[in-house]
């Protein structure tokens, strides 16, 4: 089936540690995002790309870094300089719409929930 | 000013009843699109229903059905004979800028459900 996948579900993150989280896609989708979900807020945008070898810093760049090496996969760093990086982080994709008004919607991952110890 | 606005954090329904969940939004574009998210406690996002801006009719999906009032700027979903499973946050979205195929989404902070055997 066709589908985000995300792992891990849990991580946890010591003072001072980068972590990876994964996020892959077997969509053929063009573009993909990245989320952060704090408690009872809505989703904020971490970054973005649109193609392979390129991306774009969302609201809420700061503390995190991405790569886009292949199209599947766009994995996401939460660096030691993200102070406060406990939250859910959603990875979605999408095809390339053209107008905003399109029916093209984002499909999501399940989600990864980073903790601090 | 908050680009969606979903004003209510809680609700409650008894389950069978149809209930209403409020969303207002703010754009200066003329094309945008309109997209509503149950997120279960699992923490995925699932689509439900999507309006866009040039849409005369109201969309509908199954028992989901979007009453956009364009001129009031308002997309609110309704639910119709609530389930125990509807039970979850709902977030409305909305997408204004289409740059390179990339989606600018914007979400609401979301409305907790809460279906009542």
């Known amino acids: 089936d066709g589908g985000i996948t995300q792992s891990p579900k849990y991580l946890f993150r010591k003072e001072g540690q980068n972590v990876t989280l994964s996020c892959e896609q077997n969509?053929?989708?063009?573009?993909m995002y990245w989320y952060r979900q704090d408690p009872g807020q809505g989703l904020r945008l971490i970054y973005y790309?649109?193609?392979?070898?390129?991306?774009q810093k969302g609201d809420i760049a700061e503390g995190y870094s991405v790569s886009r090496e292949k199209k599947e996969s766009f994995p996401l760093t939460v660096t030691s300089a993200q102070k406060n990086p406990t939250a859910f982080y959603l990875c979605?994709?999408?095809?390339?719409?053209?107008?905003?008004?399109?029916?093209?919607?984002?499909?999501f991952g399940p989600g990864t929930r980073l903790l601090v110890l | 000013a908050q680009k969606i606005t979903q004003t209510q954090p809680g609700m409650f329904v008894q389950e069978k009843e149809a209930v209403t969940l409020d969303c207002t939004y703010d754009?200066?574009?003329?094309?945008?699109?309109l997209f509503w998210y149950k997120q279960p406690s699992s923490g995925e996002m699932i689509f439900l229903i999507y309006?866009?801006?040039?849409?005369?009719q109201n969309a509908t999906e199954g028992r989901y059905s979007l009453n956009f009032q364009k001129a009031r700027k308002s997309a609110n979903l309704v639910i119709s004979a609530s389930q125990l499973g509807d039970s979850a946050m709902y977030f409305c979205?909305?997408?204004?800028?289409?740059?390179?195929?990339?989606?600018?989404?914007?979400f609401g902070t979301g409305t907790k459900l809460q279906v009542i055997p």
């Open positions: 979605a994709s999408s095809k390339a719409v053209e107008l905003a008004g399109s029916q093209e919607t984002q499909y």
């Open positions: 969509l053929n989708h063009d573009a």
């Open positions: 790309s649109q193609i392979v070898n390129d991306f």
């Open positions: 754009t200066s574009d003329q094309s945008y699109g």
């Open positions: 309006q866009g801006s040039y849409d005369e």
């Open positions: 979205a909305m997408r204004e800028g289409v740059t390179g195929g990339y989606q600018k989404v914007t």
